[in-house]
């Protein structure tokens, strides 16, 4: 086992990079032009991410049963989150319905992401040696950076957003 998880770091870099865009956000007001921008560089970074995350870490932590649960918990939020942020981009910046829902966004997806940093990535590190790491890492950074080119806002009809 290795005492740095290269592949974990990574991704909590990624986290502490998505953590300082929902302040940013959450700074501005209406449909601003700020507001747009920063959705939308929100977005494609955590789709890039969270895609890079399932195929490069938790695709193979299901095969662990020591982290097979955790691992089945993390995936299943990416879907909720994922389905939270298409409604998000579905609802109007100028409306105080999309300040209401960016909230709870924020709120879920900090949640989620403090989750996986001590909960499950010191469970994770037991089970990554230097070698599989190395192999991580690269499918991570190949798979995000692919990821991130294609990421697009992609939400739900607007009059199929959630009130």
Known sequence: MTETATVLQRIKTDHDRQRDLLDKIAKTTGDSEERRQLFEELTKELKSHAAAEEQAVYSEMLAVPEVTDETRHSVAEHH???????????????????????????????????????????????????????????????????????????????ENAKE
């Open 80 to 158: 909720e989150i994922d389905e939270m942020l298409n409604d998000l981009a579905a609802t109007d910046m100028s409306s105080p319905g999309w300040l209401l829902k960016f909230k709870e966004f924020d709120h879920r997806y900090r949640h989620h992401i403090d989750e996986e940093e001590e909960d499950h990535f010191p469970d994770f590190e037991d089970q990554i040696d230097a070698q599989w790491d190395r192999q991580m890492t690269r499918v991570f950074d190949e798979r995000k950076s692919a990821e991130k080119q294609a990421a697009e806002i992609t939400p739900e009809k607007e």
